[in-house]
């Protein structure tokens, strides 16, 4: 297998609504990696959670892509990639955003910033790396923080006045603006992307494309989906995601087993 690369996104796809991985999907990565085949984990979740499920796990892989794409650092804990948001629209982005009075998060390469602190219930880290910053607008300004995601916290009605406000003070396409989930939307660099992550170690492990599985359930999944024929949703995915896959199954173990069936093929 040491020719295969197989990424997983972590919510919803390695782990069930519990955080938690199934023992015949465990079993088969396992197995996966001690036959040599390279497992990398592709998550919108800091690094610091990445870490904590492979050291649950009892194996890492050559990398970890965390924050969708915009931190990639490799098991040595060194970074291969931090791509922040240019400077020169942080005046702009904090207008549109704070100025709806909505709660919003900032993320930097290591840390994630509040402006206050959260209830217990609202904690889905594994491992907090959070920092309490009351004037958060001002850090920012000040170069105190450097951002790699703004994450507002609404709906989707609340979302449109700051899409539309990001859209007249800096035109299309200069950030990715991306609801992530019902409840939540996401600004980050338009250089950042799981699938540009993704491509950008495959070929630094010199892994073909027809030798590249990707594995994901969500709309910020999808970008990996196109950079090979082997893209997979699982779980619970949406209709509309699995559209955009090339196969659907139930757990990443079933993909696992998909990977072996087609390699002992390839050796008949």
């Known amino acids: 297998m040491n ?3 197989l990424v997983c996104d972590l919510d919803g796809t390695l782990l069930d609504i519990n955080g938690q991985i199934d023992q015949v999907s465990f079993n088969k990565i396992k197995k996966f990696c001690e036959d040599g085949g390279h497992f990398v984990i592709c ?8 870490q904590y499920v492979e050291q649950k796990l009892g194996f890492a892989g050559e990398c970890r892509i965390s924050q969708n794409g915009a931190v990639i650092k490799d098991k040595d804990n060194q970074s291969i990639l931090l791509e922040t948001i240019p400077s020169e629209y942080i005046p702009a982005l904090n207008d549109a955003i704070f100025s709806e009075g909505l709660r919003t998060e900032v993320s930097d390469g290591n840390n994630r910033h509040f402006p206050s602190p959260r209830k217990p219930e609202e904690v889905a880290e594994f491992v907090d790396s959070s920092k309490i910053i009351e004037d958060l607008p001002a850090s920012i ?4 923080i450097e951002p790699t995601i703004y994450l507002t916290f609404g709906n989707e009605q609340s979302f449109l006045p700051i899409k539309l406000a990001i859209a007249n003070s800096l035109g299309e396409n200069k950030v990715t603006v991306i609801q992530t989930s019902p ?13 540009k992550a993704v491509e950008l170690i495959r070929k630094k492990l010199g892994i073909v494309s027809d030798s590249l599985y990707v594995v994901g359930d969500a709309e910020s999944d999808v970008s990996m989906f196109t950079l090979t024929e082997h893209a997979y949703a699982v779980q619970e995915a949406e209709e509309a995601i699995c559209e955009q896959a090339n196969y659907y199954r139930k757990t990443v173990g079933d993909v696992v087993a998909d990977i072996y069936k087609q390699k002992k093929e390839e050796n008949r």
């Open 183 to 195: 409840t939540s939307l996401e600004v980050l660099s338009n250089k950042v992307s799981k699938g």
């Open 43 to 50: 998550t919108g979740r800091m690094d610091t959670d990445i």
């Open 141 to 144: 300004l000040a170069g105190e």
């Open 3 to 5: 020719d295969v690369l």
